[in-house]
């Protein structure tokens, strides 16, 4: 278990190794069992940077609650999880946390380690917190953009490649979706791409899609266009971020006829991510599988838009 990921240390499962190395100015760092370290942004993060957010850390909760919960994240960071057999398709993860931390096991490594036995290569994205949302959406689009610069050498087709998100990671996949092009950094073109719009998506029970304490309608911002792609949503009826919303998004992207399928079980709650809760719910990522194989993903045998 990660206890601090301060420094230049990456601890994977009780092993630590470190491999220094320069690519395209980039720090790199292998493991064991070759997972791939990337900083986002190797010569600093864009102006004007996020507040002060001191040492990253892990917070513990007393009694403990068996959820690591990351913050103080002002080096972000991609970890990319390689399966034995890739099929091409990549996912970006993105915990949730409430854009103050990240929840970043049950909703990071333990979802890439699941995506991995299907032949998905998975990319946790640590990206920064606390802070602003459009904070997170620049690490999320500068994270798309080493991926596609990355792709040949990690195996993944360019057509291929998704995100998937956890509540405030849901909501920061929709907007990769919805405002992937939109920038509020200068690019680089040696780490970014014109546009980092993920080929598919996964918003699992997505937060702030619609005022809270409300059963809609979406926000403003939350403006699905025909070139949008396509989706499958994950949520829990009895979710006080209320369901709602991924119900709402899913009639705005009927409008417009683009692919997108929902499964909103009866109980689970928030934050359920890969915990067993003894309830249908404990299933959706196997319905996720099923329906990137629906759409071609895992074998590249159909468009995704």
């Not at 119900?247 to 499964?263: N, Q, R, T």
Request: glycine share 10%.
């Amino acid at each position: 278990m990660i206890r601090s990921t301060v420094g230049r240390f990456v601890a994977v499962r009780g092993w630590v190794g470190v491999v220094a190395g320069c690519f395209v100015g980039m720090a790199l760092t292998a493991a064991a069992d070759e997972h791939i370290v990337l900083d986002l942004w190797p010569t600093g993060t864009p102006t004007p940077a996020a507040a002060d957010v001191g040492e990253e850390r892990e917070l513990q909760r007393d009694p403990p609650d068996g959820v690591m919960r990351l913050t103080g994240v002002s080096r972000p960071q991609i970890t990319v999880y390689r399966p034995a057999k890739p099929n091409g398709a990549a996912v970006l993860v993105a915990p949730g946390g409430g854009y103050s931390i990240l929840a970043y096991e049950h909703e990071g490594s333990q979802v890439c380690t699941f995506l991995n036995e299907h032949g998905v290569t998975a990319i946790l994205l640590k990206y920064r917190v606390p802070a602003a949302r459009e904070i997170a959406l620049q690490d999320a689009q500068r994270a798309m953009g080493l991926i596609h610069h990355h792709a040949d050498e990690w195996g993944i087709d360019r057509e291929r490649i998704g995100m998937l998100g956890f509540s405030a990671g849901g909501h920061l996949t929709t907007m990769t979706c919805l405002h992937g092009k939109e920038r509020t950094y200068d690019m680089d073109p040696a780490l970014d791409v014109e546009d980092p719009t993920p080929a598919f998506a996964i918003p699992v029970y997505p937060a702030y899609l619609v005022e809270r304490g409300t059963e809609g309608p979406l926000l403003d911002n939350v403006t699905v266009t025909g070139d949008a792609p396509p989706l499958c949503l994950i949520h829990a009826a009895d979710d006080p971020w209320t369901s709602s919303a991924s119900s709402l998004l899913a009639v705005e992207y009927k409008k417009h006829g683009i692919p997108c399928e929902v499964h909103i079980y009866a109980k689970g709650g928030h934050g359920f991510g890969m915990k067993t809760t003894g309830f249908p719910v404990d299933a959706w990522p196997n319905r996720v599988v099923e329906w990137m194989d629906s759409l071609g993903l895992l074998s590249g045998a159909a468009a995704t838009r």
